[in-house]
Protein backbone atom coordinates (compact mmCIF):
# COMPACT_ATOMS: atom_id res chain seq x y z
CA UNK A 1 0.00 0.00 0.00
CA UNK A 2 1.25 3.17 -0.95
CA UNK A 3 2.13 5.76 1.85
CA UNK A 4 1.06 9.02 0.90
CA UNK A 5 0.88 12.65 2.94
CA UNK A 6 -2.30 13.13 4.35
CA UNK A 7 -2.62 16.81 6.54
CA UNK A 8 -4.41 15.90 9.31
CA UNK A 9 -1.40 13.67 10.16
CA UNK A 10 0.84 16.49 10.63
CA UNK A 11 -2.29 18.88 12.06
CA UNK A 12 -2.58 16.05 15.05
CA UNK A 13 0.75 15.54 15.36
CA UNK A 14 1.73 18.77 16.77
CA UNK A 15 -1.40 19.56 18.14
CA UNK A 16 -1.73 19.23 22.22
CA UNK A 17 -5.68 20.34 22.57
CA UNK A 18 -8.15 17.81 23.57
CA UNK A 19 -9.79 15.99 20.97
CA UNK A 20 -13.84 14.13 20.74
CA UNK A 21 -13.90 11.68 17.89
CA UNK A 22 -17.77 11.42 17.07
CA UNK A 23 -19.47 8.50 15.11
CA UNK A 24 -22.51 9.49 13.67
CA UNK A 25 -26.13 8.50 15.51
CA UNK A 26 -27.00 5.32 15.49
CA UNK A 27 -23.98 4.53 14.57
CA UNK A 28 -22.84 1.34 12.18
CA UNK A 29 -19.77 -0.68 11.93
CA UNK A 30 -17.58 1.41 10.14
CA UNK A 31 -18.59 4.47 12.75
CA UNK A 32 -18.23 2.87 15.44
CA UNK A 33 -14.68 0.55 14.40
CA UNK A 34 -13.44 3.88 12.42
CA UNK A 35 -13.58 6.46 15.23
CA UNK A 36 -12.55 3.75 17.88
CA UNK A 37 -9.27 3.08 15.69
CA UNK A 38 -8.75 6.12 15.56
CA UNK A 39 -9.18 6.65 19.15
CA UNK A 40 -7.26 3.58 20.13
CA UNK A 41 -4.40 5.01 18.12
CA UNK A 42 -4.80 8.51 19.08
CA UNK A 43 -4.26 7.57 22.67
CA UNK A 44 -1.60 5.71 22.35
CA UNK A 45 0.15 8.87 20.95
CA UNK A 46 -0.64 10.40 24.24
CA UNK A 47 -2.91 13.15 22.75
CA UNK A 48 -6.15 14.00 24.98
CA UNK A 49 -8.31 12.22 23.25
CA UNK A 50 -12.47 11.01 24.04
CA UNK A 51 -14.71 9.19 22.18
CA UNK A 52 -18.84 10.42 21.88
CA UNK A 53 -22.19 8.77 20.76
CA UNK A 54 -25.53 10.28 21.16
CA UNK A 55 -27.28 6.64 21.24
CA UNK A 56 -26.34 3.36 22.83
CA UNK A 57 -24.00 0.83 21.33
CA UNK A 58 -25.77 -1.43 19.42
CA UNK A 59 -25.59 -4.91 20.76
CA UNK A 60 -24.00 -6.09 17.28
CA UNK A 61 -21.52 -4.02 18.01
CA UNK A 62 -20.77 -3.94 21.72
CA UNK A 63 -17.75 -6.84 20.93
CA UNK A 64 -15.56 -3.89 19.31
CA UNK A 65 -12.76 -3.43 21.78
CA UNK A 66 -13.53 0.05 23.80
CA UNK A 67 -16.92 0.41 23.47
CA UNK A 68 -17.22 1.01 27.03
CA UNK A 69 -15.12 3.97 27.17
CA UNK A 70 -17.22 5.94 24.92
CA UNK A 71 -18.92 9.13 26.79
CA UNK A 72 -22.77 9.87 26.10
CA UNK A 73 -22.90 13.58 24.41
CA UNK A 74 -24.20 15.50 24.22
CA UNK A 75 -21.94 16.62 27.66
CA UNK A 76 -21.56 20.03 27.88
CA UNK A 77 -17.79 20.25 27.29
CA UNK A 78 -15.70 22.40 25.30
CA UNK A 79 -13.20 20.52 22.78
CA UNK A 80 -10.65 22.27 20.74
CA UNK A 81 -10.76 19.35 17.98
CA UNK A 82 -13.89 17.62 16.77
CA UNK A 83 -13.56 14.89 14.53
CA UNK A 84 -16.40 13.14 12.70
CA UNK A 85 -16.23 10.26 10.92
CA UNK A 86 -18.03 8.35 8.89
CA UNK A 87 -20.44 11.01 8.04
CA UNK A 88 -21.73 13.79 6.09
CA UNK A 89 -21.00 16.84 8.37
CA UNK A 90 -21.58 17.16 12.44
CA UNK A 91 -25.23 17.67 11.81
CA UNK A 92 -25.02 13.83 11.68
CA UNK A 93 -23.91 13.28 15.06
CA UNK A 94 -27.27 14.11 16.46
CA UNK A 95 -26.14 16.64 19.23
CA UNK A 96 -25.20 19.89 20.30
CA UNK A 97 -21.51 19.51 19.93
CA UNK A 98 -19.05 22.48 21.05
CA UNK A 99 -16.07 22.35 19.55
CA UNK A 100 -13.57 25.18 17.92
CA UNK A 101 -12.09 23.13 14.58
CA UNK A 102 -13.77 20.55 13.11
CA UNK A 103 -12.36 18.23 10.87
CA UNK A 104 -14.19 15.08 8.86
CA UNK A 105 -13.12 11.87 8.11
CA UNK A 106 -14.94 9.98 5.31
CA UNK A 107 -16.06 7.97 2.25
CA UNK A 108 -19.63 9.59 1.17
CA UNK A 109 -19.94 11.72 -2.13
CA UNK A 110 -20.48 15.48 -0.76
CA UNK A 111 -21.57 16.59 2.29
CA UNK A 112 -19.76 19.43 4.48
CA UNK A 113 -16.16 20.08 4.01
CA UNK A 114 -14.89 21.84 7.23
CA UNK A 115 -11.53 22.37 6.86
CA UNK A 116 -8.37 22.04 5.14
CA UNK A 117 -7.75 18.81 7.36
CA UNK A 118 -10.62 17.01 6.37
CA UNK A 119 -10.04 13.86 4.48
CA UNK A 120 -12.39 12.19 2.27
CA UNK A 121 -12.52 9.77 -0.21
CA UNK A 122 -15.40 8.55 -2.02
CA UNK A 123 -13.51 5.44 -3.99
CA UNK A 124 -12.48 4.49 -0.68
CA UNK A 125 -14.47 1.11 0.42
CA UNK A 126 -15.18 2.60 3.85
CA UNK A 127 -13.71 5.02 5.97
CA UNK A 128 -12.08 2.71 8.47
CA UNK A 129 -9.68 2.74 5.53
CA UNK A 130 -8.99 6.45 5.30
CA UNK A 131 -8.23 5.85 9.27
CA UNK A 132 -5.86 3.19 8.62
CA UNK A 133 -3.80 5.22 6.15
CA UNK A 134 -3.96 7.90 8.36
CA UNK A 135 -1.87 5.62 10.48
CA UNK A 136 0.02 4.25 7.74
CA UNK A 137 1.32 7.76 7.11
CA UNK A 138 2.25 8.23 10.70
CA UNK A 139 3.44 4.89 12.45
CA UNK A 140 1.92 1.63 10.97
CA UNK A 141 3.48 -0.43 14.07
CA UNK A 142 0.88 1.26 16.26
CA UNK A 143 -1.47 -0.98 15.12
CA UNK A 144 -2.56 -3.90 17.50
CA UNK A 145 -4.70 -6.67 17.58
CA UNK A 146 -7.15 -3.62 19.25
CA UNK A 147 -7.24 -1.24 16.91
CA UNK A 148 -6.96 -3.96 13.60
CA UNK A 149 -9.96 -5.34 14.86
CA UNK A 150 -11.77 -1.89 15.46
CA UNK A 151 -10.99 -1.37 11.41
CA UNK A 152 -11.49 -4.64 10.14
CA UNK A 153 -14.75 -4.56 11.39
CA UNK A 154 -15.28 -1.26 10.17
CA UNK A 155 -14.21 -2.53 6.31
CA UNK A 156 -15.92 -6.02 6.71
CA UNK A 157 -19.10 -4.38 7.38
CA UNK A 158 -19.39 -1.78 5.48
CA UNK A 159 -18.82 -4.17 1.93
CA UNK A 160 -20.88 -6.58 3.28
CA UNK A 161 -18.61 -9.47 4.33
CA UNK A 162 -16.78 -8.55 1.02
CA UNK A 163 -19.71 -8.90 -1.37
CA UNK A 164 -21.04 -5.47 -1.96
CA UNK A 165 -19.73 -3.32 -5.17
CA UNK A 166 -16.85 -1.28 -3.06
CA UNK A 167 -15.02 -4.80 -2.46
CA UNK A 168 -12.38 -4.46 -5.13
CA UNK A 169 -8.48 -5.56 -4.93
CA UNK A 170 -7.91 -2.94 -2.58
CA UNK A 171 -10.16 -4.19 0.05
CA UNK A 172 -8.37 -8.00 0.08
CA UNK A 173 -5.38 -6.65 0.30
CA UNK A 174 -6.43 -4.33 3.39
CA UNK A 175 -8.40 -6.94 5.41
CA UNK A 176 -5.06 -9.60 4.81
CA UNK A 177 -3.34 -6.79 6.51
CA UNK A 178 -5.51 -6.16 9.01
CA UNK A 179 -5.63 -10.03 9.96
CA UNK A 180 -1.85 -10.39 10.02
CA UNK A 181 -1.66 -7.44 12.85
CA UNK A 182 -4.39 -9.49 14.96
CA UNK A 183 -8.21 -8.79 13.75
CA UNK A 184 -9.44 -12.58 13.60
CA UNK A 185 -12.03 -12.53 10.40
CA UNK A 186 -14.22 -15.32 12.36
CA UNK A 187 -14.61 -13.90 15.49
CA UNK A 188 -15.94 -10.32 14.64
CA UNK A 189 -18.51 -12.07 11.71
CA UNK A 190 -19.93 -14.10 14.29
CA UNK A 191 -20.38 -11.74 17.11
CA UNK A 192 -21.88 -8.83 14.03
CA UNK A 193 -24.20 -11.60 12.31
CA UNK A 194 -24.87 -14.30 14.86
CA UNK A 195 -25.91 -12.95 18.28
CA UNK A 196 -29.34 -12.05 17.08
CA UNK A 197 -31.60 -12.54 20.38
CA UNK A 198 -35.19 -14.68 20.32
CA UNK A 199 -36.92 -11.20 20.75
CA UNK A 200 -35.36 -9.84 17.51
CA UNK A 201 -36.46 -13.21 15.46
CA UNK A 202 -40.11 -11.97 16.86
CA UNK A 203 -39.11 -8.54 15.61
CA UNK A 204 -38.45 -9.57 12.41
CA UNK A 205 -41.34 -11.98 11.87
CA UNK A 206 -44.02 -9.06 12.51
CA UNK A 207 -41.66 -6.61 10.08
CA UNK A 208 -41.82 -9.68 7.41
CA UNK A 209 -45.42 -8.86 8.13
CA UNK A 210 -45.54 -5.49 5.96
CA UNK A 211 -43.62 -6.68 3.34
CA UNK A 212 -44.66 -4.91 -0.20
CA UNK A 213 -43.70 -5.02 -3.55
CA UNK A 214 -43.98 -1.67 -5.66
CA UNK A 215 -43.73 -0.20 -9.26
CA UNK A 216 -44.38 -4.27 -10.98
CA UNK A 217 -41.83 -5.35 -8.47
CA UNK A 218 -38.77 -2.90 -8.95
CA UNK A 219 -39.41 -1.84 -5.44
CA UNK A 220 -40.05 -3.44 -2.22
CA UNK A 221 -40.17 -2.36 1.32
CA UNK A 222 -41.34 -3.03 4.83
CA UNK A 223 -42.42 -1.02 7.64
CA UNK A 224 -41.67 -1.30 11.19
CA UNK A 225 -43.77 0.64 13.54
CA UNK A 226 -42.45 1.66 17.10
CA UNK A 227 -45.21 -1.19 18.87
CA UNK A 228 -43.46 -3.52 17.23
CA UNK A 229 -40.49 -2.67 19.62
CA UNK A 230 -42.76 -3.24 22.32
CA UNK A 231 -44.28 -5.72 21.76
CA UNK A 232 -41.38 -7.97 21.29
CA UNK A 233 -39.34 -6.30 23.83
CA UNK A 234 -36.49 -4.97 21.49
CA UNK A 235 -34.97 -1.78 20.78
CA UNK A 236 -34.81 0.70 17.72
CA UNK A 237 -31.25 -0.70 17.02
CA UNK A 238 -32.68 -4.36 16.48
CA UNK A 239 -33.98 -2.43 13.21
CA UNK A 240 -30.47 -2.38 11.71
CA UNK A 241 -30.10 -4.34 8.41
CA UNK A 242 -34.06 -5.52 8.25
CA UNK A 243 -34.14 -3.60 4.84
CA UNK A 244 -31.93 -6.34 3.30
CA UNK A 245 -34.38 -8.61 3.58
CA UNK A 246 -36.68 -6.52 0.72
CA UNK A 247 -33.45 -5.77 -1.02
CA UNK A 248 -32.68 -10.01 -1.36
CA UNK A 249 -36.13 -10.34 -3.60
CA UNK A 250 -35.42 -11.02 -7.26
CA UNK A 251 -36.33 -8.48 -9.40
CA UNK A 252 -36.15 -5.61 -6.94
CA UNK A 253 -34.22 -2.77 -8.24
CA UNK A 254 -35.01 -0.28 -5.35
CA UNK A 255 -35.26 -1.60 -1.37
CA UNK A 256 -36.73 0.92 1.65
CA UNK A 257 -37.60 0.47 5.29
CA UNK A 258 -39.86 3.20 6.91
CA UNK A 259 -39.49 2.77 10.63
CA UNK A 260 -41.47 5.16 12.79
CA UNK A 261 -40.03 7.30 15.33
CA UNK A 262 -42.86 8.91 17.15
CA UNK A 263 -40.69 10.72 20.02
CA UNK A 264 -38.98 12.60 16.82
CA UNK A 265 -42.33 13.20 15.19
CA UNK A 266 -40.82 11.55 11.59
CA UNK A 267 -40.08 8.47 9.94
CA UNK A 268 -36.74 6.91 9.42
CA UNK A 269 -35.76 6.06 6.05
CA UNK A 270 -32.75 3.21 4.63
CA UNK A 271 -32.68 2.53 1.45
CA UNK A 272 -30.91 -0.19 -0.72
CA UNK A 273 -30.72 -0.87 -4.32
CA UNK A 274 -28.87 -3.63 -6.43
CA UNK A 275 -27.13 -2.35 -9.22
CA UNK A 276 -28.88 -0.02 -11.31
CA UNK A 277 -30.65 2.61 -9.51
CA UNK A 278 -28.47 5.22 -7.35
CA UNK A 279 -30.32 5.29 -3.97
CA UNK A 280 -28.27 8.69 -2.79
CA UNK A 281 -30.07 10.64 -5.10
CA UNK A 282 -33.54 9.52 -3.65
CA UNK A 283 -32.27 10.01 -0.12
CA UNK A 284 -30.78 13.44 -1.19
CA UNK A 285 -34.15 14.71 -2.15
CA UNK A 286 -35.29 13.68 1.02
CA UNK A 287 -32.81 15.57 2.79
CA UNK A 288 -30.53 12.79 3.78
CA UNK A 289 -27.75 10.63 1.65
CA UNK A 290 -25.18 7.80 1.49
CA UNK A 291 -23.64 5.68 -0.91
CA UNK A 292 -25.43 4.40 -4.10
CA UNK A 293 -26.71 1.52 -3.18
CA UNK A 294 -26.91 2.13 0.84
CA UNK A 295 -28.04 5.53 1.82
CA UNK A 296 -30.85 7.07 3.74
CA UNK A 297 -32.84 10.29 5.29
CA UNK A 298 -35.59 10.99 7.55
CA UNK A 299 -39.12 12.25 6.87
CA UNK A 300 -40.68 14.83 9.15
CA UNK A 301 -44.40 13.52 9.52
CA UNK A 302 -46.13 11.51 11.82
CA UNK A 303 -48.47 9.69 8.81
CA UNK A 304 -46.88 6.73 7.69
CA UNK A 305 -49.00 6.78 4.71
CA UNK A 306 -47.47 10.66 3.81
CA UNK A 307 -44.10 9.49 4.08
CA UNK A 308 -44.74 6.26 2.01
CA UNK A 309 -46.63 8.59 -0.49
CA UNK A 310 -43.37 10.84 -1.08
CA UNK A 311 -40.78 7.96 -1.09
CA UNK A 312 -42.35 6.22 -3.58
CA UNK A 313 -43.10 9.86 -5.87
CA UNK A 314 -39.02 9.86 -5.18
CA UNK A 315 -38.33 6.62 -6.32
CA UNK A 316 -40.10 6.61 -9.02
CA UNK A 317 -38.47 10.03 -10.06
CA UNK A 318 -35.27 8.29 -9.85
CA UNK A 319 -36.23 5.18 -11.75
CA UNK A 320 -37.26 7.02 -14.31
CA UNK A 321 -34.07 9.16 -14.79
CA UNK A 322 -32.29 5.62 -15.38
CA UNK A 323 -34.83 4.21 -17.22
CA UNK A 324 -35.16 1.25 -14.84
CA UNK A 325 -38.44 -0.39 -16.37
CA UNK A 326 -40.05 -4.28 -15.70
Known amino acids: MKRQSIPIVDFLRETKGSILILPH ?34 HFLDFIPHTEEIIKIPNGKFYDIGIIVDSAGF ?22 FLSRYDYIDPKAPATASLVYELILAWDESAIDKEIATCLYTGLATDTGFFRYSNTNEYTFELAKRLVAQGADPNYIYRMFSERESFNKMKLISKVLETLSLYEE ?100 KQLKFQHIKS
Open 25 to 58: ENPDGDALGSALALYLFLKKKGKNVSVGCKDKIP
Open 91 to 112: HRAGADIRVAKKIRIDHHIGGE
Open 217 to 316: GLVAGITVYSRFFKETGTEYTDSEGLVNYPRSIEGVEVAFALIEKPEEGLWKVSLRSKESVDVSKIAERLGGGGHKYASGCKIKTTSREKALNLLLKEIR
